[in-house]
């Protein structure tokens, strides 16, 4: 079986029990960081490529903000669209089905470690991205394990002991995110992250660790290109 298929059918299976993370409160500020670092406009169409069960699209719509999720599975879909959430594609993000220059900005959520190529990603990336604008990325850093969340598992638990109810499911998310992580190991080093992104033809504006320290996000913009931005500094 070729590796996206194994990576699709894995998160249909890990869709049944992937919500359990929103009993988590260092799984809402994640997603906070993320929404608060990319700074959406409600004229804006921004894209969260690898949407899972819509939970960063759910935070925004409530403010306003529209977006466009896409993912590979669709049982991740299926419960995105339960919680009323439209704009839901089907589609690998390494070939996005979208014209160039069509996106205010990006949003990619724990998805980079999951991708055989991510660097097909970050120029697909590049290409549905308007000049200008930003793309938020977080993703695992080479030496995160999931054991590493347990102090703020504990402290979730201390403020929100109905999680002992959900303990098969939670036993489950973390089993079949090993499996995933287990086929594609995709974790990387703050200069191998930066190395990709700059390829791809972002320039880096903030990188830094979230997500109890698990995590790099990356906050990163498709440059303007020199002609534009020698009219802008003249309109300035
Ligand atoms: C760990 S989940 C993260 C979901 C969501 N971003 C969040 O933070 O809750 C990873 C998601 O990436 C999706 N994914 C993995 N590879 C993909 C690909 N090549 N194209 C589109 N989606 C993909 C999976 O189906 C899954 O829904």
């Known amino acids: ?24 409160p260092f799984y809402h500020q994640h997603l906070n960081k993320i929404l608060n670092e990319l700074t959406p406009k409600e004229s804006g169409i921004y894209l969260d490529a690898g949407c899972g069960t819509g939970n960063l699209i759910n935070k925004a719509r409530c403010n306003g903000y529209t977006f466009i999720g896409v993912d590979l599975s669709d049982e991740m879909l299926k419960k995105a669209k339960e919680k009323g959430i439209e704009n839901l594609v089907k589609a690998d993000i390494t070939h996005l089905p979208f014209r160039n220059d069509y996106f205010d900005g990006i949003t990619n959520v724990n998805v980079l470690y999951q991708l055989k190529e991510p660097k097909k990603f970050l120029d697909e990336a590049n290409r549905v991205l308007k000049t200008g604008r930003k793309i938020v990325i977080s993703t695992p850093d080479k ?30 998310y973390y089993k079949i995110n090993k499996d995933i ?12 992250l930066e190395e990709m992104v700059k390829e791809s033809g972002f320039d880096i504006n903030k990188i830094e660790k979230v997500y109890a320290g698990q995590n790099w996000l990356v906050v990163a913009k498709k440059p303007r290109e020199e002609k534009e931005q020698g009219l802008e500094d003249k309109v300035n």
């Open 143 to 172: 030496k995160a394990s999931l054991e590493n969340f347990a102090p703020e598992f504990i402290k979730s638990l201390i403020k929100n002991p109905k999680i002992f109810l959900r303990m098969r499911e939670i036993i489950d």
């Open 181 to 192: 992580i287990k086929e594609n190991p995709g974790f990387y080093p703050k200069d191998k």
């Open 1 to 24: 079986m070729k590796n996206k298929e194994i990576i699709r059918q894995m998160n249909n299976e890990h869709s049944k029990v992937y919500d359990v993370v929103l009993e988590l």
